[in-house]
Every structure is written in C-alpha cells, then in structure tokens.
C-alpha cells in the first residue's frame, strides 16, 4: 500500500500561541513552567490533527522553543564560549541567550535558511568539544507516543548539513575541517540512534538539505556517515530526506546506505523525475516523494498530481511509496479554517498546512483504490473557478506592461553624472540614515486594533499615526540624524502593507508563518493581475516632509522583496508577476517625486535569499530581477536618489547585479555576521555609494560607541569614505525605544568619532 507521510509541521500555533508564549516567557508575565505545560499542549494538539487527517507517518521533534539548527547546536554542546561552558542540557534561559544575545554577549549570527524566509541561527564550531547533552529527539519520541499512541517519525538534521550550515572562524566548514568534525561529532548520533531504537523508532527522518548542493566530492562524507550509524542500529530505518531542489548525484545518492529517500517533485525543475525515469529507484528502498507544495498556498491540481504519482509508480513499487509535501510545511500557514474574510472564489482556491496533509491523504486514498471522485471534482471546480475569474484575466495589465517592457528602462544619465546632480542634497561626509521603521510600540499595535475593530475612528487613528510620525521625527533631529524616515508606524509589515493597496493581491486573518525566533510574518496574497490604483505611501511621506528641514526618504518595497515574501500565484512565471508588481510600484516612486520627495529607497531585502540553490539557474533570476527592479526606479530625475536595502551577507557572487540595479546608495546587513560581507568589496570594487549595516538591530544589546567606530574603520580600510553611509543593519520596528535611541546616538556619535580622526569639522 502507498503511504502518506509529513516532513514536519508549522510551530506558530493557528492563532499564533507559540509566538505569545514565547513572547511572555521573555517577559516574564509566565514562567518556565507554565510555558513548558503550554507548548507542550500545543504540540500534541498538532499532533492529534495530524493523526486525525489519516497521516501514516508523522514527524516528531519537529518542534522547537525557537530554531531547530540551534536545538541541534545546543543539544551536541556546540554552544559559543562567549555564552559559557555548559556540561548540562541548556536552561531555557541559556538557550534564549544565545538566539538573542545578552549585555555583553552577541547573538549567534542568523542567516536564511536555504532560499526561503525562514531564519537560523549559525552555529558557532570554534573550540567546540562535542557532547550530547540533550537527546531531545527521544523525548519528543517518547512523548507523542504515550499522550497520543503515535509511533512517530523523529526528524533530526543530518550530520553533514549540520556542519555545512556552520562556521569556523567566520567561515562555513567545508574541506578536511568537515571530514575532522564529522568524525567527532558521529558517535552523538550514534548514541541518538541507539537510544531511539532501544524506544522502539522504526523510522528516523534524517534531513540532509545539502545534498541537493553538494558537489560530487562531498559525497563520500555523507556515505560514510550513513554507514557508521547503520553499523550502530540496523534496526532502525533511515530516511534521507532532501529539499528545494533537484540531485545533481542522483544515482550515487539514492544508492547510498539509507532505507529511503526523500525527494522534491515541485521544486526540482523536473529534473528529478526524469533521473528517476531515466535510471529508475533501487528496488529495496523507499521514495518518499514530495508531490504537494510545501511553500505555497494553492490547492493542488490533483488530476495533475495522480499522473505525477502513476508515472512514479512505473518505476516505484507502492510498498515502497510514500506520498508527502515537498518539504517542512513550516513554511506554510496553519488552516484556512479561521479566514472568514477572503472572497470565496480565493478562499477555496487556497490549501494552508491542513489543506495539504488532506490532499497527500486522498492521493494516497486514491493511489490505494479508494474512490475519492467527489473530493477530485471539488478542488478541480474550486480552481477552475479561481483561474477563470476575471482577477487572473485583467487585459489593461497585460498591455501596459507590454509596454513598459519596449521601452528603455534606465536612468536618464550614468551614476557619475547624477552624483553630481545630487550635491543640491547637501548630505555630509559619512552621512547617517536608519533603514526605514522605528518601534512598533504597545501603544501603535492598540490603535491599529481598535481602529481594525471599528472602536476608532480613521480620522482619529491618522491623527494618532501622524503625532507619532512627529515624535519620531523630533527624535532623529535631536540625535542629529541626516536623513530622516517617518517609521512606517501605519505598516503591520513591509510587504503586506502595499499587498492592502495594489489591486489583485489580498491579506489573510490568520495566515501568519515563522520568519525567525518569535517573529511572525503575514505574507499577503497575489491571486490576480496586480495594478496601482491610487497613492500608497504620498501622504504620510509629504506630512513628515513638511515637520523637518531635513530630507525624508520614501519608503517602497521592491517588486522581487514583495515576489519572495508574499504568496504568489502558481499560473503565471514569477518574472511575469514581479513585472506587474515593478510597473504599479513604477506609479508610486513617480508620485513621490512628483509631490517633492528627493530621496526614495526602493527595498530589496530580499534579492539574495531568493537566489535559486542552483548555480544554471541564478543568471535568468538575476536578470529578471533587475530588470523587475529597474521598471519601479529608472523614470525620475537624475537629482533623485534611488537608495535599496539587502538583508544578509554572502554577496560576493551577486555583486555585478547589485551594481546593475544602478540605485545611487545601496545599505547591506553587516555586523551580525561579523563583518564578513565587507569582504566581498575587498575582492570588487564598487562604484556606488553603500551603507554596511554598523550594528545589529536583531538583538535587543545596545553597541558601545567604540564598537560601532571599529565597524565603520573596518568598512573604511575597503570602501572610499565619500561613497560611504553610516547606518543600523535592518529596520527597527521589532526593538524597544529606550534601546532604539541610544543605540542611535551611539551610531552618530561613533560616526562623528571617525569624522573627527579624519579631520572633518562639518
């Protein structure tokens, strides 16, 4: 019989339960115990609904108090020296520390986890001696099957990927250092192994992501490492589980020692399933075979997927099948049982967690013989429904962006001319800016509420939102800030707030998602044709204008941000959507102009965490994304300074399209990974102007003075001080105020320090 099966389930909770609790953990309004009660209720809930859909294997220790790369971290001991020494499973108080940071110590470095936008955090390998201090792997398993009766799953992240996703010395482990560290840390999953067979796990799930990126060489370190725990507990069933993309190995891998193997039918390009018609499947193991979108939102075309899964089993025995997403449905919302606001047509085309776990249930009812005709005949009627409506077949978008595309798309005069024309702004030396928000305190979040609600009125709550624009705006003046933002205290997020404003996209109630830690992000939804309306961001941009002699700078996100941060309709290429959204943005960025607005950052956050995994596929990206980017910034005037921010280092390789975009001023996350991204400007040089991002705004330390100054003498020893900007990493809205601003005045104050070395009065 085919069997359905999940990789692992979203943490969040339906309403966001996990989010809170951890929230007033930290806040000390619960305590330890009562959180641990609360989580774990939470999690057999999402258990018990697995179970109840009919899913026949089921992930435990999916679960996480916060990352499941750093559970794994803290777990073998690899915990930075900075935090302690630790010879004992971490406290939840240690462990929050090294997520978040302290007084006197950084957070561990975050970073994205593969090409989504789900953050982990880096483990830290320098001067670690591996012990397992923590099997929580058999706790979980323990767990699920005396509350519920459920022999689950444990899904652990694989030896290899753990340590590839890791540094030593600032860098990724790779090389002999691999091979040396695999060797010391196998025999803590070989005691993990052990104590999960003797509980009686018939499967482990060992997730080995890198395998889809690995080169031909590495190949042997996973096959030695598969070896050494069949050795160790041959009772127990290993599935290697990979995702996001295509083997380039796929026969050396799906030979390798495991008793199956995990592969992603949606992400892949085809690419897997022609090596597996081409070269078949070793005839012993089993295919777990990711056939329903794990990162997106839409039904699936069942009839669709049945001719993926008859194709499947001309060379896959069906003992040997299972049926699965393409990957964690972490990156997914939970139901769409609570969105009692979207239009129907849009609802009904939509699939959260649930939705998917239901569907791989009546392929897999189906593949077995059951009759499910009713079940086909609605999701085929639903989308039929949501693909013929007028939302997805909207003629006037279809020819302005024709037309948009036939014309030159480039600023009227190179970067050396419009820096000239740009000396009318009167910027400083080492001119300091923040990257757009400010704190999004108790008291904004309580007038949205009660403004949603209806208990305020819209008058009223812009009144408030603009008394809180001048504040912020008073703020920045006296800590002697150049360039000024107004907060963006009407935006819940950055992308679902033009997501409200373009017409065919949507929001959703409850369709929030993990970005990282506690943080909670509601993509919005693009189902249709998306067109610009009317003015987003003119007004609340002109009024803060109007409160300071200083400049304001616009504040857009970019058509590729909104592309890899939104749910996007799976009928129409990407590149296609992104043209759409880059020409409606094109109307924003000229209305700002045109209403006075000289400076306009246009956000690309991220541009690099959508680069595809695979090498043959970054060129196209690339260059749709800026020709995406440069439909939204290229019709204003050479006096009009474009600016962009990216999140996140490793640049090195999309240097040449960074510089392609050809916005004026460019700000870039840097200190959280120590600097690393300055490396990148050391090997090219740019001609542009760039911010390094001098401090870290992900954890609620403030910086000292001098080390600020140190991150701006490193930035200097590589990049021309005319061309450079002094900034925070990211936007502010997650902090507290207090630390806020006087994690700003050290920021100016710092930059002022290095004025004053280099003689600058003014």
């Not at 971290?73 to 004992?88: D, I, L, M, N, S």
């Not at 990724?172 to 691999?178: A, C, I």
Request: aromatic share 8%; hydrophobic share 40%.
């Amino acid at each position: 019989m085919v069997k359905s099966s999940n990789q692992g389930y979203p943490r969040l909770g339906e309403k966001r339960e996990w989010k809170f609790l951890l929230e007033h953990l930290w806040s000390h309004k619960i305590d330890e115990a009562e959180f641990t009660a609360q989580t774990k209720a939470l999690r057999l809930a999402n258990l018990k609904k697995q179970q109840t859909a009919g899913v026949d294997l089921i992930p435990v220790a999916d679960y996480s108090n916060y990352d499941h790369v750093l559970d794994t971290a803290v777990a073998f001991g690899a915990v930075p020296q900075r935090f302690g020494k630790f010879t004992e499973k971490l406290s939840l108080a240690d462990y929050y520390s090294v997520a978040r940071g302290t007084k006197d110590a950084v957070a561990a470095e975050m970073t994205k986890w593969f090409n989504t936008n789900y953050h982990y955090i880096v483990p830290e390998l320098d001067h670690v001696q591996f012990k397992l201090l923590d099997n929580r792997w058999l706790t979980y398993y323990n767990e699920a099957k005396a509350a519920l009766g459920i022999d689950g799953k444990p899904v652990i992240l694989g030896p290899v990927s753990f340590l590839k996703l890791s540094k030593v010395n600032d860098e990724y482990v790779r090389g002999e250092l691999l091979a040396q560290l695999l060797d010391e840390l196998l025999p803590l999953y070989v005691q993990i192994f052990h104590e999960l067979a003797a509980a009686g796990a018939k499967w482990i799930q060992l997730d080995e992501p890198t395998l889809v990126t690995t080169d031909k060489a590495e190949l042997d370190l996973y096959r030695h490492a598969l070896e050494v725990l069949h050795e160790a507990a041959p009772e127990v069933n290993v599935l290697v589980q990979t995702y996001f993309a295509s083997l380039d190995y796929y026969t050396e891998i799906v030979n390798l020692p495991a008793e199956g193997f995990g592969l992603d039918f949606v992400h892949d390009h085809g690419e897997n399933l022609q090596a597996l018609q081409a070269h078949g499947f070793p005839e012993t193991k089993v295919l777990a075979a990711g056939i329903v979108d794990g990162r997106n939102i839409w039904r699936s075309d069942l009839t669709a997927k049945q001719t993926l899964i008859s194709q499947l089993r001309e060379k896959v025995a069906s003992a040997q099948l299972w049926l699965q997403p393409s990957n964690s449905l972490l990156h997914v919302p939970i139901t769409t049982a609570n969105e009692h606001k979207l239009d129907p047509v849009i609802k009904n085309g939509l699939a959260f967690a649930d939705q998917k776990l239901a569907e791989i249930v009546t392929l897999t009812k189906a593949a077995n013989g059951a009759d499910v005709t009713a079940d086909l005949q609605a999701s085929q009627a639903a989308l039929d429904q949501l693909n013929h409506s007028e939302h997805r077949n909207n003629p006037e978008v279809a020819q302005a962006v024709k037309a948009i595309l036939a014309a030159p798309t480039e600023r009227h005069s190179a970067y050396p001319e419009r820096v000239k024309a740009q000396k009318v702004l009167h910027l400083p030396l080492l001119p300091t800016t923040t990257i757009g928000s400010f704190p999004q305190s108790a008291e904004v979040r309580s007038h949205r509420k009660a403004w949603r609600k209806g208990d305020l009125s819209t008058a009223d709550y812009q009144a408030f939102l603009d008394q809180e624009a001048k504040r912020w705006l008073k703020i920045q003046e006296d800590l002697d800030i150049d360039v000024l933002v107004h907060g963006e205290f009407e935006r819940t997020d950055m992308v679902e707030y033009f997501g409200q404003k373009l017409k065919g996209f949507t929001t959703t109630q409850n369709g929030w998602v993990q970005s990282y830690g506690s943080r909670g992000v509601k993509p919005p939804v693009v189902f249709g044709d998306v067109q610009w309306t009317e003015p987003i961001t003119v007004r609340d941009t002109v009024f803060a204008q109007e409160q300071t002699d200083r400049l304001v700078k616009g504040m857009l996100t970019s058509a590729v941000t909104i592309i890899n941060w939104s749910f996007v309709r799976d009928d129409l290429a990407k590149n296609l959507v992104a043209d759409q959204i880059g020409l409606a943005l094109r109307h924003e960025v000229q209305a700002l102009e045109d209403a006075g607005i000289k400076i306009i950052q246009v956000d690309e956050p991220a541009l690099r965490e959508g680069l595809p995994l695979k090498p043959r596929y970054r060129a196209d990206y690339l260059a749709n994304a800026v020709k995406a980017f440069k439909i939204t910034t290229t019709g204003v005037k050479d006096e009009t300074q474009i600016h962009t921010h990216m999140c996140y280092s490793d640049f090195e390789d999309i240097l040449p399209a960074i510089s392609a975009l050809d916005a004026d001023v460019i700000s870039i996350e840097s200190s959280r990974s120590h600097g690393e991204s300055i490396k990148a400007f050391e090997q090219t040089k740019y001609d542009k102007q760039i911010g390094l991002g001098v401090y870290d705004i992900h954890s609620p330390r403030v910086p000292s003075v001098e080390e600020i100054e140190q991150n701006i003498d490193r930035a200097l020893q590589v990049i021309d001080v005319h061309q450079f900007w002094i900034n925070p990493d990211c936007g502010l809205k997650t902090r507290k105020e207090p630390e806020t601003i006087a994690a700003l005045r050290n920021m100016v104050q710092a930059r002022n320090q290095v004025c004053a070395k280099l003689g600058v009065t003014e």
